[in-house]
Nanobody, 126 residues
């Protein structure tokens, strides 16, 4: 079992920045990747980005490329969000994958992840 706890959400004005954290504990030794997803009201959960647990390679959805950065420090994964837009408003979830998938881009689906955090709200005002 892996436990994930997100923090760092809040209210920010458009153009501002936030950094989300995801602290992983438990059986992290079998982790292959950590991902971030988000879900806006009335919409389906969507992929934001992912980072390989070993090596640190990252992959992002097009809408956040150049604005969001994922990094890892031991068992904590960060999502640095810059130049935030109102459409970034959502509940953000981190997720852990214990599935070995060859292509990093294939971690862009919820099915690739085994454990999820409780989510943290990010609200961007215009």
């Amino acid at each position: 079992q892996v436990q994930l706890v997100e923090s760092g959400g809040g209210l920010v004005q458009a153009g501002g920045s936030l950094r989300l954290s995801c602290a992983a504990s438990g059986r992290t030794i079998g982790t292959y990747a950590m991902g971030w997803f988000r879900q806006a009201p009335g919409k389906e959960r969507e992929f934001v980005g992912t980072i390989k647990w070993s090596g640190g390679n990252t992959y992002y959805t097009d809408s956040v490329k150049g604005r969001f950065t994922i990094s890892r420090d031991y068992a904590t994964v960060f999502l640095q969000m810059n130049s935030l837009k109102p459409e970034d408003t959502a509940v953000y979830y981190c997720a852990s994958s214990q599935q070995r998938i060859l292509r990093l881009s294939a971690y862009d689906t919820s099915a690739a992840y085994d454990y999820w955090g409780q989510g943290t709200q990010v609200t961007v005002s215009s």
